[in-house]
């Protein structure tokens, strides 16, 4: 393996109070593809600014190969002093860099460079120091959420244009499609320390679920010797005997032990306050339309949404979400057409850019709305101090105001305020920005628990995966279609995306909301004999593969499985992730033939 361009050894870090980090260690390789991950608050951005050079800890070991260069994305960038964004872009370059490259990656990211940087939005910023980071094509390159604040087009663009690069790049994301498709090895940060896994971010979610499961282990061992070594402390100690002595002196070190390990942080504990049932329609819009100036938004757009749906809206900026959202809701009059909202409906909005909080209220006078010390959650009341545990708050941080909360505890805390106010309509306007992935995980179960209706705007594809019912897609022109499923099965009927299964080809699935002609009138079908063929070995296809991923699992579950053998575990993890996808494949591919099926003997009847 070559040196690395870049290594950090027993990093310790205290801001004051528990330490930030107790032996961190990180090393780059020429080309490496590391992805840091962790929870917010673990340390994850420090250490890249340690790794820049930006902060000098209490004690630390930082070496950088000479000659190497290095670009930083930091959360926040400081644009001031230059008079447009290409000058900012352009001041990052070398003597021997291309200066037609900063021009190319601010267009690439939907900026001209004659913007005057004083009066960039804070996502345009983002995007103008993205540019600066990647112009010069670095040694190493250091991103910091690099997803932040792009449309999708431009985070597909930039996981390809990071595939092409031959910088190392160390990134942090919580968009795990992203990590997913760049990462080759995963840094996790806890407890103040950092813990390797060489292999990319697909395995990590079990990889550490085992290494917590052996910790909680040891830490039971520990309490269970501690427990007996105190019992025998409390029969008394006769001082002249050297090895009861030598005893105590042990007990005082297992007692130290335990202090000094700290616990990983609890699972967040939370769910939705719910209203009465809405009727059974939502949302109706009968060809709805909107245009600003000369331009068509929404054209001739017709939906019902029906309680407990969750609906998807994505699109490049610019596209008219939120104009599209303003319309369904009610804040908008269309200029033709007529939306009904159902009855009995109850909308709890969470802001994208969290403009409903006050930066001087106190966390607690947010969640209780400065009347006291209880937060008020539908019909029933807890202490602040509790529900912001469930949020994964320290109790202290009760009177921290907004305005020191880092973005994703700003994230968690819209996500807690929406959540205690009773609703039947959740309006979520991109809510996983800056969200941790155990957040993440959070906000998924309690949609999935959640039996209202749901309108989602969002970027990241994972999430759009796992909890959205259908996708509404912008066409052009203002034509919107809905599609069933999420945003991959948007693009597999769109044929954006390959066939999730070889040398089979999958139907488009119904699209509610469009008007192709090819669905506009009757038309005689029958099913070929490829199709008939499938619909009677499909099922036992997919029996073959349930007993597979059941024996995947199985053997997933040995928590000694990759300490033993990580070949064998990543083996294990690939045969599952392959057979899931083949399953959904398959179970895709049945349904939409049994409908097929179902259609053309209704018709002939």
Known sequence: MAPPLLALRDIRLTFGGTPVFEGAEMAVAPGDRLCVVGRNGSGKSTLLRIAAGEIEPDSDERFVQPGTTMRYLAQEPDLAGYETALDYVQAGLGPADDAYRAQYLLEQLGLKGSENPATLSGGEARRCALARALAPMPDILLLDEPTNHLDLPAIEWLESELRGLRSAVVMISHDRRFLSALSQRTLWIADGRSRLLEA????????????????????????????????????????????????????????????????????????????????????????????????????????????????????????????????LTGSLSPDTGVVRLGANIEMVTLDQRREALDPDRTLAETLTDGSGDMVAIGEARRHVVGYMKDFLFEPEQARTPVQRLSGGERGRLMLARAMARPSNLLVLDEPTNDLDLETLDLLQELLADYGGTVLLVSHDRDFLDRVVTSTLAPEGDGRWIEYAGGYSDMLLQRGSAPVRTAGATTPEKPQRGSRSPARSGPAKRALSFKDQHALKTLPGQIAKLQAQIQREQGALADPQLYARDPSAFSAAADALRQAEADLAAAEDRWLTLEMLREEIEGAGN
């Open 200 to 327: 990319g971010f697909d395995g990590f979610e079990a990889w550490r679920d085992t290494q917590l499961e052996q910790e909680s282990v040891e830490r039971h061992k520990l309490d269970r010797k501690l427990a007996a070594e105190t019992a025998w402390l409390r029969q008394g100690v006769p001082a002249r005997r050297k090895r009861n002595q030598g005893r105590l002196r042990a007990l005082m070190a297992l007692r130290q032990q335990r202090r000094d390990q700290r616990q990983s942080p609890g699972a967040i504990d939370a769910g939705v306050a719910e209203a009465e049932a809405s009727g059974k329609i939502v949302i109706e819009a009968k060809t709805v339309s909107k245009t600003y100036g000369a331009t068509s938004v929404v054209r001739d757009f017709s939906i019902r949404i029906q309680r407990g749906e969750r609906i998807g809206i994505v699109g490049p900026n610019g596209a008219g979400k939120t104009t599209l959202v303003g319309l």
